[in-house]
């Protein structure tokens, strides 16, 4: 069974930083994108980044370029969410996601319904 555990989320002041983890269990994900999203209360899920398998390639959604950075360690079948500068918006769920494709694709790794395998998401909170 393929499961997907967050760690590293909290409470923090704007300006302040968090490193999120997803560690997976039960499932090698090396030759799948991996992404992150976040859902805030009364707002839909959206796209935060993603990293391409080999991790060479990484996107983020506008909202968080230049302060967020997302890597995978797929020796440790791991991924990480780096977040400095955080900002009151970024208060969400946080979840992490495996990508049904096999390969890269900008578009699919963008796109929520190609994802299948999910995290049980972690709060992120940043005060003012």
């Known amino acids: 069974q393929v499961q997907l555990v967050e760690s590293g989320g909290g409470s923090v002041q704007a300006g302040g930083s968090l490193r999120l983890s997803c560690a997976a269990s039960?499932?090698?994900?090396?030759?799948?994108?991996m992404g992150w999203f976040r859902q805030a209360p009364g707002k839909e899920r959206e796209w935060v980044a993603h990293i391409s398998p080999g991790g060479g390639t990484t996107d983020y959604a506008d909202s968080v370029k230049g302060r967020f950075t997302i890597s995978r360690d797929n020796a440790e079948n791991a991924v990480y969410l780096q977040m400095n500068n955080l900002k009151p918006e970024d208060t969400a769920m946080y979840y992490c996601?495996?990508?049904?494709?096999?390969?890269?694709?900008?578009?699919?790794?963008?796109?929520?319904?190609?994802?299948?395998?999910w995290g049980q998401g972690i709060q992120v909170t940043v005060s003012s």
């Open positions: 039960g499932y090698t994900y090396s030759s799948n994108c």
């Open positions: 996601a495996i990508n049904r494709v096999v390969g890269y694709n900008n578009g699919w790794c963008r796109g929520s319904q190609y994802y299948y395998v």
